[in-house]
C-alpha cells in the first residue's frame, strides 16, 4: 500500500452548499456537471441549461476524448484535455469539484476524476450524493449560464494510472496485476446484453473478477464507508496491498473502482481504458470468456 497523503476525493453537499453561498467559487474552486445518459433517455445538455448548481460548467464527455478511436470513450491528447479544461478556467492550481445527476447518485463523475488525476491533477474531488441529493436537500439550483475567465492547464500524462490493452494482455500471463471488472454481473457472465452495442457481445477477460459498482453505492447515492468498501473487496478476495487494474465496458465505471480503493487508501489502481469495447474487437477468442449461447464472447 502507497503510505502518502491523499487529497479528498470526496466532498459533501454541505461543504459545497457553503463554499457557493460564500462566493468561494472562482479560478481556485470550480464545479462541473459531468452528467452523461444513453441515447434517447435524457438529454444531459439540456438539463445543465435548465438547472445545475450555482456556477458549475457543462463538461462534456463526448467532447473530451479521443474522437479519432474506433472504441468508447478512449482518453483524449494530453493537449485536447489541457486546452478543453483550460476553456473551463482550470488552472493545475483550481480544487476541482465532479458531479452528475444520474439517478444512482453518481455514474460519469468518477470517470472525470479519474481523467483530471490520470493527467498529473490531484486536486480534484467527488461531490458525494451527486445532483440527486443536491435536489433532494435543498440546496440552490439556477439555469444562468457559467462563463468562466480561460485558464492555462498544464497535462502530464500519468501512466501509472492507465493500461492499455498491450499490457492487459500481457497481464494474463504474468498476473501482476488483479483485474476487476465492475460491470453487472449479468454482463459480466455473458447472460445479458450489452445495452446500446452494435456488434459488441457480453462477456469478460479472461481471469478478471466481477465487482459491480453499483455496490459501492447506498441506495441514498452516496459513497458507502471505507469500511464497507474494504469489506467489498475482501469478500470478493481482491488484495489491496497488491497492483490492481480497473476494467468495465468502456473505462466509466471502472473509474468507480479505482475511487473505492482510493476512498481505502490505495491511490494508484489503473483504469484499462479501452475495456471490454477493445478487448472484445482485439483480442484473442481464448482470453474472451461468455456463458452467453455462443459459449465463447
Not at 462541473?32 to 448548481?53: F, I, M, N
Not at 461531490?127 to 439556477?142: A, I, S, Y
Amino acid at each position: 500500500m502507497v503510505h502518502q497523503v491523499l487529497y479528498r476525493a470526496l466532498v459533501s453537499t454541505k461543504w459545497l452548499a457553503d463554499s457557493v453561498r460564500t462566493g468561494k467559487l472562482g479560478p481556485g474552486l470550480r464545479v462541473l456537471d459531468a452528467s452523461w445518459y444513453s441515447p434517447g433517455t435524457r438529454d444531459a445538455r439540456k438539463e445543465y441549461q435548465e438547472r445545475h448548481v450555482p456556477g458549475a460548467s457543462f463538461f462534456d464527455i463526448e467532447e473530451c476524448r479521443d474522437t479519432a478511436s474506433p472504441y468508447e470513450m478512449m482518453l483524449p491528447s494530453e493537449a485536447s484535455f489541457a486546452n478543453y479544461v483550460g476553456r473551463l478556467g482550470i488552472s493545475n492550481q483550481t480544487h476541482v469539484v465532479v458531479y452528475d445527476g444520474d439517478n444512482l447518485g453518481s455514474f460519469y463523475a468518477p470517470r472525470v476524476w479519474w481523467m483530471f488525476r490520470v493527467f498529473g491533477h490531484r486536486t480534484v474531488s467527488v461531490l458525494n450524493g451527486g445532483f440527486r441529493n443536491w435536489l433532494k436537500e435543498g440546496h440552490p439550483v439556477t439555469s444562468e449560464p457559467s462563463h468562466p475567465e480561460q485558464a492555462i492547464f498544464k497535462a502530464t500524462l500519468d501512466r501509472s494510472l492507465l493500461k492499455t490493452y498491450e499490457q492487459v494482455l500481457e497481464n494474463l500471463e504474468s498476473k501482476r496485476f488483479q483485474l476487476v471488472d465492475s460491470r453487472s454481473q449479468g454482463r459480466y457472465l455473458g447472460t445479458e446484453p450489452e445495452p446500446d452495442a452494435v456488434g459488441l457481445g457480453s462477456g469478460h477477460i479472461r481471469g478478471s473478477l466481477n465487482m459491480p459498482f453499483m455496490n459501492f453505492l447506498t441506495e441514498d447515492g452516496f459513497e458507502k464507508s471505507p469500511e464497507d468498501l474494504r469489506a467489498l473487496f475482501q469478500d470478493k478476495k481482491v488484495d489491496l496491498s497488491q497492483p490492481l487494474i480497473a476494467t468495465c465496458r468502456k473505462g466509466v465505471t471502472a473509474c468507480h473502482i479505482a475511487l473505492a480503493a482510493y476512498l481505502c487508501g490505495k491511490p494508484d489502481v489503473a483504469v484499462y481504458d479501452g475495456s471490454w469495447s477493445e478487448w472484445f474487437r482485439r483480442a484473442p477468442p481464448e482470453t474472451r470468456v461468455s456463458q452467453g449461447k455462443d459459449g465463447k464472447a
